[in-house]
């Protein structure tokens, strides 16, 4: 069977019409230091067990960092957290500086602002063809008071509007 041959940025373009949340995961790498990224490809897995995943780029300089028994946190962020959002997206400068921190399981680093909080440990890890797909089991969670999400939708950050 012969493979489809997609435009990038057309197919790219495609898939930004589907609004995602926007979330920063966390974790702590071997040597102690907090590593931070922001990922919009989070979605619920099973309830029972209680599963999560997210994906991250093969390329990123962090992928080893996460994987199957390492722990982490997924935070969904709230609508007033855009900034906070660019900055975890950023190479080469310290994501953690000035942030409130809590520590969680196994010493994950925790953002003190967010709609929705995950603390996991990874169970699975899957080949998704340039981008690796990590399963958390759930192990704690957190629900603030702020339950409005930040979006982000065909190229920018959008919010949810009640009708």
């Not at 990922?39 to 991250?56: E, I, Q």
């Not at 003190?112 to 699975?124: G, P």
Request: hydrophobic content about 35%; proline content about 4%; charged content about 20%.
């Amino acid at each position: 069977m012969s493979q489809l041959q997609f435009d990038p940025s057309d197919f790219r373009q495609a898939l930004s019409k589907f609004p995602t949340g926007v979330t920063i995961v966390t974790t702590k790498n071997t040597q102690g230091e907090k590593i931070g990224v922001t990922a919009s490809s989070f979605n619920s897995v099973s309830l029972d067990p209680p599963l999560v995943l997210w994906s991250l780029k093969k390329q990123a300089r962090s992928i080893d960092s996460f994987g199957e028994g390492k722990h982490f946190a997924v935070h969904v962020l709230s609508e007033h957290q855009q900034e906070l959002s660019n900055q975890f997206a950023r190479q080469g400068v310290d994501k953690f500086a000035d942030l409130a921190l809590d520590e969680g399981v196994a010493e994950v680093p925790l953002l003190t602002d967010y709609s929705v909080r995950f603390q996991c440990v990874c169970q699975h890890q899957y080949d998704g063809g340039d981008h690796v797909i990590l399963v958390g089991r759930v192990l704690q969670y957190e629900i603030s008071e702020c339950n409005q999400p930040l979006l982000f939708h065909s190229g920018s950050y959008a919010k949810v509007v009640q009708t």
